[in-house]
């Protein structure tokens, strides 16, 4: 069973960036997809970003396309998520997780995902 634990997040002014990592521990997350999701208060969790087990796919939420980043270092066990520009409403906590439904694609709904992890908190102040 795998543990995922999210770092990096904090406050930040708008325009500046962020790094999250999401260490894996308990099995290797090297042949699975991985995202990242977010969820502001009072709203639904949304998806942000997905990178395939093979690194080559990605897919991003057209909100966060062209300034957020997706990565892994599948000999760390650690998914990343570079943002930068951020703005106000990127605020939330965001979450890693784990998708084993879509073995050689990616997904952008939070049903093909199982595994959490208990997020950590970015606030953009404007």
């Known amino acids: 069973q795998v543990q995922l634990v999210e770092s990096g997040g904090g406050l930040v002014q708008a325009g500046g960036s962020l790094r999250l990592s999401c260490a894996a521990s308990g099995r290797t997350i090297s042949n699975i997809a991985m995202g990242w999701f977010r969820q502001a208060p009072g709203k639904e969790r949304e998806f942000v970003a997905t990178i395939g087990r093979n690194i080559v796919i990605t897919s991003y939420a057209d909100s966060v396309k062209g300034r957020f980043i997706i990565s892994r270092d599948n000999a760390k066990n650690t998914v990343y998520l570079q943002m930068n520009s951020l703005k106000p409403e990127d605020s939330g906590v965001y979450y890693c997780?784990?998708?084993?439904?879509?073995?050689?694609?990616?997904?952008?709904?939070?049903?093909?995902?199982?595994?959490w992890g208990q997020g950590t908190q970015v606030t953009v102040s404007s």
């Open positions: 997780a784990t998708n084993t439904h879509t073995y050689y694609t990616v997904s952008q709904l939070s049903s093909d995902y199982d595994a």
